[in-house]
Nanobody
Framework: QVQLVESGGGLVQAGGSLRLSCAAS????????MGWFRQAPGKEREFVAA????????LYADSVKGRFAISRDNAKNAVNLQMNSLKLEDTAVYYC???????????????????WGQGTQVTVSS
């Protein structure tokens, strides 16, 4: 059984930074691409960032490009999301997800991810 546990969320002022982490267990982590999604109140869940199985390819939503950075540590079975220059509109619950396909380069498509964490709240204040 795959488990994904996010951490690092919290309250931060606009312009500040946060680093989210996701610890994975249950299957061979290094084989799978990982993604971050978020859901703001009253909105649908949306793609934020993804990283390929080996870390060589990254994808970002246009809204976070240049401000967020996704990385992974296959030795620690972890994926991180460094969030800088945070804006009010970044407020959301952030979810870590694991791609269901071996050795994927990563995808923006929510349906490709078969395991999800419980989410961590990020609140950006003015």
């Amino acid at each position: 059984q795959v488990q994904l546990v996010e951490s690092g969320g919290g309250l931060v002022q606009a312009g500040g930074s946060l680093r989210l982490s996701c610890a994975a267990s249950g299957r061979t982590f290094r084989r799978y691409a990982m993604g971050w999604f978020r859901q703001a109140p009253g909105k649908e869940r949306e793609f934020v960032a993804a990283i390929s199985w080996n870390g060589g390819t990254t994808l970002y939503a246009d809204s976070v490009k240049g401000r967020f950075a996704i990385s992974r540590d296959n030795a620690k079975n972890a994926v991180n999301l460094q969030m800088n220059s945070l804006k009010l509109e970044d407020t959301a619950v952030y979810y870590c997800a694991q791609d269901g396909v071996n050795y994927s380069l990563g995808t923006t498509l929510e349906r490709s991810y078969d395991y999800w964490g419980q989410g961590t709240q990020v609140t950006v204040s003015s």
